[in-house]
């Protein structure tokens, strides 16, 4: 580390590589997000000239979003300060296409899909404490709780198997920033949209956090503080729902006895890890929701998601989660595939076994679904009973037994997902027969699992 005065504050280099440090291995590969603008061109020459303390290899990453007249002049400017550099540079372009969100929402999207996909062990990006306080204050304005108001964390997994995403000027300000740009007679690009004030954060910027810091000179520090503060706020709620949670399925019962704040933190803890983004009102009107409907009513409650619209149902004591699109099952003839999608309901699989089974035809047997009437014969010591109470017994809820693939030789039903074959058409035992596997696509009960976003 460089030498500094007694009591002095580490320079900026020193303050980076000690961030980027603290999160990475020795040697890690690491890619910069490399926009062309002040901060990333900032964090870029600062990693550039701290390679031997880094010990690992150094890359850059340039997402071309096609929405500037100017795109292709920055993506060539990038290519050209990496050059000088010795710095490999990928250059991803990608279409931007908002669907219900606005442009910028739509452009991160389109950028972070890009991020996951990088062969790095470290992907360093370039927001500073200023972008933290910006960050607060909008999360603020848009009634955010903890999860959202602790703003953007210093580091953090991106997917499943995504690189390590790190943002180690989180500890400097744009004035420090500036200053050290200057200082060393950076050239960068200054996009004409951040001048925008249309766009939130460029008023929130350029006129909102001005007039506070007016009147409150040390403002956008302590906005910056406090999504730490937040930050643990919400770890903490996390964890009493870890506690709350006790065993794997949410059940009614257990929020039934919760006070009210906890039992609106499990099922928001519930919900976030199936990638549902709640907010306060909705959140008390779905515990309330459930909490209040008859046992048999099964009450549907839309939420969106990371993946689509999804519908939160009440059976009996259980919550289950489920697309809110429905599919009207159709029919089917059985071939002798090995395998027999029904889109957007599952997935029937047959295998040939020797001395059991079910006696199928392939050619003649057909895959149906519930119209009611149906009668089944699970045990020949027993009567062939109704299939809507055979359901009703194996806790189906109602809204599922629709979805339920039934077989059937010529007019006999012989199968049925979920509860078996009938006694007739089941292969003796030097018959060869068909083992039927069915695998629903609908999600199952509200699990706690690690999040997923």
Known sequence: MAASRKGARPDLSDRVVAAL?????????????????????????LLAEARDRLGGPLSAIHVHHGLSAHADAWSRHCASVCAGLGVPLTVRHVSVRPAGEGIEAAARAARYRVFEEL????LALAHHRD???????????????????????????????????????????????????????????????????????????????????????HAGARLADAAGQFAETARLLDALAGIDAVGGELSVSRLAALPAERARNLLRWHLDRAGVAVRRASLREALRQ??????????????????????????RDRLVLEPATTVSPTGRIWRGEAELALDG?????????????????????????RRGGESLRLAANRPARALKDLLREAAVPPWRRGRLPLLYNGDRLAWVAGLGADVSARAGPGENGWRVLWREDAPTPLKASPPGR
């Open 21 to 45: 440090a603290s999160v990475a291995s020795a040697g890690a590969r690491i890619c910069v997000g490399y926009s062309g603008g002040l901060d990333s061109s900032v964090l870029l020459h």
């Open 119 to 122: 062969d790095a062990d470290v």
């Open 131 to 217: 972008d933290q306080a910006e960050t607060v204050l909008l999360q603020l304005l848009r009634g955010a709780g903890p999860w959202g108001l602790a703003a953007m964390p210093p580091v953090r997994r991106l997917g499943a198997s995504g690189p390590l995403l790190a943002r180690p000027l989180l500890v400097a300000t744009r004035e420090e920033i500036g200053a050290w740009a200057r200082g060393r007679g950076l050239a960068w690009i200054d996009d004409d949209s951040n001048a925008d004030l249309d766009l939130a954060r460029n008023a929130a910027r350029l006129r909102v956090l001005p007039a506070l810091t007016a009147h409150f000179p």
């Open 290 to 315: 459930v909490l209040t409907a008859r046992v048999d009513a099964g009450p549907g409650i839309e939420f969106d998601s990371d993946a689509g619209r999804l519908v939160l149902r009440r059976y």
């Open 345 to 369: 309901i599952g997935c029937l699989r047959f295998e040939n076994v020797s001395g059991g089974g079910l006696r199928l035809c392939p050619g003649a047997t057909r895959v149906a679904f």
